[in-house]
């Protein structure tokens, strides 16, 4: 054991030599760089001084005072490299060439030629240098120290172009961000892609020429710019592209074999998590349930820091991120219900990176046992409750209604008595779109879970209202997983119908949305999340085989199964939506139901058929 500690300690400590090491090596190599510029541009000031003098005895060499002169020159070079260290020419604080050092440099010279200048202008007669050489010298010496750098620069970038055969690009977006990638990728010798065109949809700039790169056309031009250039990836210059603009890219440039790049969002650029050059590819939650929300922070806050929250089917895709995001508003107490032990510990694990399951956080309970719910209730006291335990699967349930019954329905029940007799203020339930006109099981028994919490909130005078929303990407048994293992086992992929749509939004949109609608509904409401178009699933299926490079995978159609739309609704014809406080939320009401009006024989006559609802 001791040997073997000594081994890894050795290890360690080689590995940290040798970053060490690099970092000196690096070091060594800006200091090299540093002093081999001062010294062209105390070259440049030389010549500047020597040209200056010529030009002042008509171009005679032999009119000039050596001596003196070489003095001044000296005198120069030390001025020069006083005033350019803390104006910080060498200290690598600009982009080489660029005009933030050419405009530092021309601060500098100007400073250097004004502090040897004057004097040299009052006394240098007496020394045979005439009055008019520093101020000559000053300007001859600006332009030989810019234009060298931008010669440096311009060997640069071609040196990078010939150290490697590198992937032509096109860039699309000409704003500022896509001017800085063109630039970085050619200065830059270890990048794989060399730009060769620019594409952008503003008319103003369809002249513009970023260096070597110039915008020869509107997206709508990429065939031609393509077949001209050999390009084959596209780079995305544009942050947080909505859906709409990411399948009007994939719809153009798939067909023509791009591989497509898209860079950082906005915020990650800007909390410093990633950098504009760390582009990744394209993935179907960018095609289908992409948008930017923007929470109302302040709002969201009011109702949950310092208070008691408690989620239901904490261990749920939805629940997870909802605790995630919770926690991050600082809430007194997160209370997190769930009756799977292996999830509690996954969310416990995701919350507060830990996963011993013996912090208070975690409560095992089934929300159909009303006397533990009753006990954790009483106990805790929570002020907000989220409500997401669900059965969920719409083909399972039409097999077994009997369970949508007593979970989504008796459940439901079970949870808002437990709310209302302990005086919860704000209770959010988590719904479906399935609910609005529904026709299945699953659709049934929430739309009942619905009117059920209408009528808590008829009850006690609180905030009791319904989050309404469609499919999410990536929770667990959803479609994008199971296509994606379809297509590693090498199909086929089954789709139902291909004209069946569904509405996509991604889990931490849906849940940021959530959250926010709790702050900003009002009792008995449903609040219905914008979900943008809805999205043919044949659609998704042939762009998830499309990116994963398999040619051999096909899809076949099923149709449709018990219970399932072809198109899915988010409000019913019978509620009349508004959106008075936020673009993305739409405000309904649905008809209460008391527990007492509750009816299995009419939810069985329903399942069978034989009662429309």
């Known amino acids: 054991m001791r040997a073997a500690a000594t081994a890894g300690g050795d290890h360690a400590a080689g590995t940290s030599a040798g970053a060490d090491t690099g970092s000196l090596t690096a070091i060594r190599g800006i200091r090299r760089r540093a002093i081999g510029q001062a010294t062209l541009d105390i070259l440049c000031w030389a010549v500047a001084i020597v040209v200056a003098e010529m030009l002042r005895f008509d171009l005679s060499l032999t009119r000039i005072v050596w001596p003196p002169t070489l003095v001044l020159i000296a005198i120069v070079a030390v001025v020069w490299v006083a005033c350019a260290w803390p104006g910080k020419l060498y200290r690598h604080r600009y982009p080489y060439g660029s005009f933030e050092e050419a405009r530092a440099v021309a601060g500098v010279t100007l400073v250097c030629a004004v502090l040897v200048g004057t004097p040299e202008i009052i006394f240098g007669t007496q020394f045979g240098i005439p009055r008019s050489a520093m101020p000559i010298a000053f300007l001859l010496a600006l332009v030989l120290m810019l234009c060298t750098r931008y010669a440096i620069r311009l060997w640069n970038e071609r040196r ?10 096109v860039v699309f977006g000409a704003g500022f961000l896509g001017s800085t990638i063109v630039q970085r990728l050619l200065t830059d010798g ?9 594409l952008d949809d503003d008319p103003t700039k369809k002249n513009l020429r970023i260096r070597t790169v110039d915008v020869v056309g509107t997206f709508d031009d990429l065939p031609a710019v393509v077949e001209q250039t050999g390009a084959r990836v596209l780079i995305v210059a544009i942050t947080d592209a909505n859906t709409h603009l990411v399948r009007r890219i994939t719809t153009l440039a798939e067909p023509l074999g791009l591989e497509i790049k898209l860079v950082p969002s906005l915020p990650d650029l800007l909390s410093g998590l990633h950098g504009p050059f760390d582009f990744r ?11 930017p929300v923007n929470t109302d922070v302040e709002m969201t806050a ?9 989620v239901t089917g904490a261990g749920g895709s939805i629940g997870q991120e909802l605790c995630a995001q919770i926690h991050h508003f600082g809430p007194k107490e997160l209370i997190m219900v769930d009756r799977d032990e292996t ?56 097999r077994f209604p009997e369970e949508a019954w007593k979970t989504n329905v008796l459940g439901t029940l079970n949870v808002l008595r437990a709310a209302r007799a302990t005086g919860v203020q704000t209770f959010v339930n988590i719904s479906t779109d399935k609910a609005a006109c529904p026709q299945s099981v699953l659709g049934f028994s929430k739309r009942l879970a619905e009117r059920l919490t209408a009528s808590f909130a008829q009850q006690t005078h609180a905030r009791y209202l319904s989050v309404r929303f469609g499919n999410v990407l990536g929770s667990r048994g959803s479609m994008v997983p199971l296509f994606s293992r379809m297509i590693e086992h090498g199909g086929p992929v089954t789709v139902t119908d291909p004209e069946v749509t569904r509405y996509f939004m991604t889990i931490p949109e849906a849940c940021q949305l959530v959250l926010q609608a709790g702050g900003i509904g009002r009792p008995g409401e449903v609040l219905i999340l914008d979900m943008g178009e809805p999205v043919k699933i044949y659609d998704i299926a042939r762009r998830m085989i499309h990116m994963s490079g398999r040619k051999d995978v096909k899809i076949i159609f099923t149709g449709l199964r018990p219970g399932e739309k072809l198109n899915e609704d988010l409000v019913a014809e019978t509620e009349n939506a508004e959106r008075p406080f936020s673009p993305l939320i739409s405000h309904a009401k649905v008809e209460p139901l008391r527990p007492e009006d509750l009816d299995h024989d009419r939810w069985a006559a329903h399942v069978d058929g034989r009662v429309r609802v």
């Open 281 to 291: 590819d394209l993935s179907i939650e960018d095609i289908v349930g992409r948008r």
């Open 343 to 398: 999830a509690l510990q996954t969310v416990d694990m995701k919350v507060f990176g830990t996963a011993l399951l013996t912090a208070p956080e975690t409560v095992l309970a089934d929300i159909r046992d009303y006397d533990a719910l009753e006990a954790i209730f009483e106990e805790r006291r929570p002020d907000v409750v989220f409500h997401a335990a669900a059965l969920k699967h719409l083909p399972m349930l039409q």
């Open 160 to 169: 990078a172009e010939k150290l490697a055969e590198r992937e032509p690009v």
């Open 302 to 310: 009011k109702y949950l820091t310092g208070k008691r929250v408690l």
């Open 190 to 198: 270890s990048s794989p892609y060399r730009p060769v065109a620019l």
